[in-house]
């Protein structure tokens, strides 16, 4: 490439090779007749003289811009900023660009979020539900992450199976009051942790469900849970439903003298980038972002091209209920509890880092 000069143009490369501009299209698009010889002469003559595709032009030529959204609930919180992660890589790996919207938890800022996008004329997006809200028909290709419950979710992790697994860790450890510590009732991901976390304790193992958004309701955000109360009424688990919430049951169990994972074991979900730093660091469960990313994108890109022809549902991602398997990752702050004969070994993971 030739530094301090303008990008060459299709004609100039055209007129370096003695071929026609329709020529060097043909064989830098990939259609048309062209040798194999042929094209990879004018491929090389393209990267020597700093050819630059113009993504303009190709929208006007083929009708996509080579951009898809994505909507996100809540950049502020830590999980979401690593889903945008995931999928701008998988994004990339397939060719398109990605513009980011954040809905700020609302659903009516969702729909603006939405409408922003088509707008600026995406192909197509992907969109992580504010809780408990339905993406329908939005007049362009879209793909759902949320729960395999969530009617219309393309691909998630598998919530429920994440919550059997940290039940029956929890119930291996001896402990035979737990409780279930979420915040929504309206988010289909909580609710269907929960019912995992039930399933996988057992019918022995008494459990009750604090909603944190009713006691907020009642006594304001950022409100005291009330745990050391639950630890005197014999709780030694303590199972939340993502990490911000296990970190916030931790940080209040520590303040008020009980000591964690010796009197009361915490646990939460998704790993945030923290969760292996903090004291004690949090039993958790992983979810496998990339492999979701990959999917989703797989997923819109085949309904995107779907919706240039006659095939198929235009507007809709193909569908996998069965949800992408999380992993246990055992740390520090679940424990036996205490008095308790440990009968079975918990087949999570000891994480290292």
Known sequence: MNIGRPPATMTEIAAALGVSSATVSNALSGKGRVSAELSAKIRQAAEELGYVPSHAARALRT????????????ISNPLFPQIAQAIEQAAAAAGYGVLIADSRGETAQQTAAIGRLIERG?????????????????????????????????????????????GRHLASLGHRKVLLIAH????????????????????????ETLWVGDLENSHGAGCALGLAARVADGFTGFAAVYDLL????????????????????VSGFDDLVWSSVVMPSITTLRQDLATIAECAVEALGDAIADSQTATGDPLVAR???????MMLVARQSTGPAAGAVVSAVSNAREDSR
Do not use: F, W, Y
């Open 246 to 265: 296990a970190l916030r049951a931790l940080t209040e169990l520590q303040r008020d003298g009980v000591d964690v994972p010796l009197q009361a074991s």
């Open 122 to 166: 995406v192909d197509g997006m992907i969109v992580v539900p504010r809780r408990g809200s339905r993406i329908g028909d939005i007049g362009t290709p879209v793909a759902i992450i949320d729960s395999p419950s969530t009617p219309g979710n393309t691909v998630s992790s598998d919530h429920r199976n994440g919550g059997v697994q940290m």
């Open 319 to 325: 569908q996998n209920r069965e949800g992408v398997p």
């Open 184 to 207: 929504s009732r309206e988010s289909n991901v909580q609710n269907d942790r929960i019912g995992g976390l039930e399933a996988g304790l057992g019918k022995d193992i008494r459990c």
């Open 63 to 74: 009708g996509r811009t080579g951009v898809i959204g994505l909507v996100l609930p809540d």
